[in-house]
C-alpha cells in the first residue's frame, strides 16, 4: 500500500533563518506531488505541485521555492522565512487518478 | 475558474443529531468534488468523492453527500452525530492536474 510521509512534525524558527520541509511517498512510482499551506483561521492554499522529476509549478508567488530531485521526494524550502510564512504545510499526493492523499503535516512557527 | 463555498465556519449539533455541512461549488467544467475531514494537528483524510455517475455518494463512518448540478451544491449529511464527528471538515473540487481548490471550511462541534 501507499504511504506518504512529511517531517518534522512541528518546528519553530527565527526569521530570516532558512527552511526544508521534506514529503516522500513510498508504495507507487511517478505520482502527482503537491505542497498546501494551512493559515490560522483559514482553508487551503495550493503553493506548489509537481508531475515528475524536476517539474515544478508555482501556483502563487511567495517567499518560498520547491524541489523534486527523485520521483517520490518533493521538498519545500526558503532561503529566508519571514513572520507572514507561519503555518501548517501539508504534502499531498494522487495517483494517475481523483482524489489526494495528504500526509500529517509539519506546523511551522516563525518567530 | 473553479471555487468552494462553505457556508458556516461553525455547526454544532448535539449527539444523535443530523449533521448537515453545506458546500456549493463553481466550476466551468463538470466538477470532481470532493470532502475532507481534519483532526487537530493532523493530515486530511478524504470522506468521499463524487466524480461521476451515481450523484448520492456514500462515504466513510457513515457521511454521505449529494452532488445537486441544478443547485452547484454537494452538502454533507450523517443522519446521526457521534462525539468523535467532532473536526473540521473541508470541501474541495478537483482541477486540472488532480490540483484541489478548498473552501474555508467548517468547523463541527458535538455536544453530549
Known amino acids: 500500500s501507499q504511504t506518504i510521509h512529511q517531517w518534522p512534525a512541528t518546528l519553530v524558527q527565527p526569521v530570516g533563518s532558512p527552511l526544508s520541509l521534506e514529503c516522500t511517498v513510498e508504495g507507487t512510482s511517478n505520482p502527482n506531488l503537491y505542497w498546501y499551506r494551512q493559515a490560522a483561521g483559514r482553508g487551503l492554499q495550493l503553493l506548489f505541485y509537481s508531475v515528475g522529476i524536476g517539474q515544478i509549478s508555482s501556483e502563487v508567488p511567495q517567499n518560498l521555492s520547491a524541489s523534486r530531485p527523485q520521483d517520490r521526494q518533493f521538498i519545500l524550502s526558503s532561503k529566508k522565512l519571514l513572520l507572514s510564512d507561519s503555518g501548517f504545510y501539508l504534502c499531498?499526493?494522487?495517483?494517475?487518478?481523483?482524489?489526494?492523499?495528504f500526509g500529517q503535516g509539519t506546523r511551522l512557527t516563525v518567530v | 475558474a473553479q471555487s468552494v463555498t462553505q457556508l458556516g465556519s461553525h455547526v454544532s449539533v448535539s449527539e444523535g443529531a443530523l449533521v448537515l455541512l453545506r458546500c456549493n461549488y463553481s466550476?466551468?467544467?463538470?466538477?470532481?468534488l470532493f470532502w475532507y475531514v481534519q483532526y487537530p494537528n493532523q493530515g486530511l483524510q478524504l470522506l468521499l468523492k463524487y466524480t461521476t455517475g451515481a450523484t448520492l455518494v456514500k462515504g466513510i463512518n457513515g457521511f454521505e453527500a449529494e452532488f445537486k448540478k441544478s443547485e452547484t451544491s454537494f452538502h454533507l449529511t450523517k443522519p446521526s452525530a457521534h462525539m468523535s464527528d467532532a473536526a473540521e471538515y473541508f470541501c474541495a473540487v478537483s482541477t486540472g492536474f488532480q490540483k484541489l481548490v478548498f473552501g474555508t471550511g467548517t468547523r463541527l462541534l458535538v455536544s453530549p
Open positions: 499531498a499526493w494522487t495517483p494517475r487518478g481523483t482524489e489526494a492523499f
Open positions: 466550476s466551468s467544467v463538470p466538477p470532481y
